[in-house]
């Protein structure tokens, strides 16, 4: 009679897949709360006692760690030395495992969870087992996923056993089960213990998505999620209408996002290309998408939209007016959800906006040979910490209006420029290999809405004099920066000549 072992945390399904093993000529090993599940459905199994010869101890910490269980799983049968041992010592060949492991994530995952609680969930019998099986693949079924028990059963239906290929196919996946799980218990345990910079990082994603193309459709493409997912992220959102995301919607909206989560009072960000293209604010969402419109009535079109308010009839109305890809906010009125639905292609998404101040987790970027991990920019800063360096100094309202141009900045790509006043930003300049280039696009884009209200923000701070003679040429008359140039004092001579006011915050934003 053929043998499977089976230890599971995770009993969904089980029972039924259990029972069309028993009926295919297979005997049950099971242990603890699997085996009552097991025996309460009428199934008959073997104690894992029966099997070792010696008790569960030290709180079932210790239970298959043995030789008759991981002999039967590693004999090779087609070794007549290895099949002699097993004789010798009694021992009975194990043909199928079905393990999956102490809820770790799950565990780790409740709020002020203690590390007692974490370390007792770190399952070592279990991995052993599913590792053990998984080696000898060429002879022993491993089965760590449920989505995996339609399958096997099927093909040991029909042929008696699965085949070489399945076999294989499954310990690729019990080996990536192990390896994330141990993933998850070292991240933990070195956040535990304070360590920044491991010699080893470890991380793990779970496949979400497979896409239809990546940046070009000549590009193949997949979405994995963090194992540990933030709510405040595109992956979580809850899609409402409209066709799937596509990669380079996804980046968008999470620029969006990111961008969003900057703005307390009723804000509209406009996303192009990973740009925004404009950000309004106001005293009701209506008047925000209005100034975030206004801004660029032109690189709007096709945009990734991020309110931060419920969107009401009012605001839907005016959004329904132009092709908007995704508008991603708390929740829609049902008259705008309506209003905007009417349009098969856009997507409508919804976000907690509650959870946009969670903590963030390390971001990585890709490069050719290895990856590069950093932490958000999520600094929070305050404008009366800032220094005035000019002979004119910041009224309370330009500080109030530096401080939402600083914030614009943060997330337009290097070299970056933005023009705002109070209401909303009127010209952005990024991307540029050299500064005074993208104050010359943002100087264009704001044209003749410049005024004594207008306040320039800068990424990084000024490598010479141009930049701010520019912008003293063209109107503006307050700037802020991070400041810390060898040639700081061009750049202050030039604000004092034009009578800029020009504030340095000691802190730069580039977004590479």
Same mark, same amino acid.
Not at 164 to 180: E, G, I, Q, V, W
Not at 252 to 267: H, K, S
Not at 337 to 348: D, G, H, S
């Given at each position: ?54 008790? =569960? ?47 770790? !994530? ?248 509650? !959870? !946009? ?65 109070? =209401? ?5 300049? =990024? ?37 701010? =003679? ?43």
């Amino acid at each position: 009679m053929k043998r499977a072992l089976v230890s599971v945390s995770d009993k969904t399904n089980l029972v039924p897949f259990v029972k069309g093993l028993v009926e295919n000529g297979f005997e049950i090993v099971s242990t603890g709360g699997t085996k009552r599940v097991l025996d309460e459905a009428g199934i008959d199994t073997i104690g894992i006692e029966d099997v070792t010869h010696f008790p =569960e101890i030290l709180d079932g910490r210790v239970k298959t760690l043995n030789p008759y269980v991981h002999g039967g799983l590693l004999a090779r049968r087609d070794l007549p030395e290895h099949m002699a041992t097993l004789e010798k010592l009694a021992i009975t060949p194990i043909d199928l495992v079905c393990v999956n492991l102490y809820p770790f !994530k799950e565990t780790i995952e409740k709020p002020d969870v203690k590390l007692a609680d974490a370390i007792e969930n770190i399952d070592i019998g279990g991995p052993s087992m599913v590792r053990s099986a998984a080696k000898n693949y060429r002879d022993v079924t491993i089965v760590v996923d449920q989505n995996d028990y339609d399958e096997v059963l099927s093909q040991i239906k029909a042929e008696g056993t699965t085949t070489l290929d399945t076999r294989a196919k499954l310990a690729a996946k019990a080996f990536r089960h192990t390896a994330a799980y141990d993933a998850l218990i070292s991240q933990y345990l070195t956040q535990q213990n304070g360590l920044e910079d491991p010699e080893k990082l470890t991380l793990t994603w779970d496949l979400k998505e497979t896409m239809r193309y990546g940046e070009n459709s000549h590009q193949q493409a997949w979405l994995y999620e963090d194992a540990l997912p933030k709510s405040f992220s595109v992956l979580q959102a809850k899609q409402l209408h409209g066709k799937k995301l596509s990669y380079n919607n996804i980046k968008d909206a999470d620029e969006a996002l990111r961008c969003i989560r900057e703005f307390d009072e009723p804000t509209v960000v406009a996303m192009k290309h990973m740009n925004p293209c404009g950000i309004g604010r106001g005293r009701t969402l209506e008047q925000a998408w209005e100034r975030a419109y206004e801004a660029d009535p032109v690189s709007i079109f096709g945009g990734v939209i991020a309110l931060n308010r419920q969107v009401d009839l009012a605001t839907a109305e005016k959004m329904h007016k132009i092709f908007l890809e995704i508008v991603i906010a708390p929740g829609f009125d049902d008259d705008a959800y309506t209003v905007l639905a009417k349009k098969k292609n856009i997507r409508l998404l919804t976000i907690d906006f509650s !959870k !946009k101040d969670e903590p963030t987790k390390h971001e990585v970027v890709s490069v050719m040979g290895g990856m590069l991990m950093q932490d958000q920019d999520t600094l929070s800063e305050d404008y009366h910490d800032w220094q005035c360096i000019t002979d004119n100094k910041p009224t309370e309202e330009q500080l109030r209006t530096m401080m939402f141009a600083w914030k614009a900045v943060k997330h337009a790509k290097s070299n970056a420029i933005v023009l705002v006043n109070d =209401e909303r930003t009127l010209g952005v300049g =990024e991307g540029q290999p050299n500064r005074i280039d993208s104050l010359r696009i943002a100087v264009s884009h704001a044209g003749d809405d410049i005024d004594d209200r207008t306040v320039m923000a800068s990424d990084a701070f000024f490598p010479f004099g141009d930049c701010v =003679e520019y912008a003293g040429k063209h109107g503006i008359k307050a700037v802020v920066q991070p400041g810390g140039s060898i040639r700081d004092d061009e750049s202050i001579k030039m604000a004092n000549k034009y009578g800029i006011v020009m504030v340095t915050t000691g802190i730069r934003h580039f977004r590479h």
